[in-house]
């Protein structure tokens, strides 16, 4: 199983040194039903993606008023380092 949204970013709010950023972002929206943004906003008409970033090259990325893909994907349960891996079950 996997999910595409299409959000917008809003706003990108970088600290004072300019080391970290907060991006906001919001689905995309359009008047018109049969384009690619009025398709998104059909199935994803609200909500909001934030994310604060620590990674200078990647948050340079990001532009106000651009557009993006977020893929959403299952991931594995991450084990700690400190506990032995569950043993898969017997095929």
């Not at 004072?16 to 929206?29: F, H, L, R, S």
């Not at 906003?41 to 993006?68: D, H, K």
Request: hydrophobic share 35%.
């Amino acid at each position: 199983m996997s999910v595409r949204c299409k959000f917008k970013v809003q706003a990108i709010e970088k600290t004072p040194d300019g080391k970290q950023a907060n991006i906001n972002m919001y689905p995309v929206c359009s008047q018109d039903p049969n384009s690619e943004n009025g398709q998104y906003w059909q199935y994803t008409p609200g909500g909001q993606f934030q994310i604060n970033c620590v990674n200078e090259a990647a948050f340079s990325q990001f532009e106000v008023g651009n557009e993006y893909y977020i893929d959403i994907t299952p991931a594995p349960v991450a084990v700690p380092a400190d506990q032995p891996a569950a043993e898969a079950p017997p095929a």
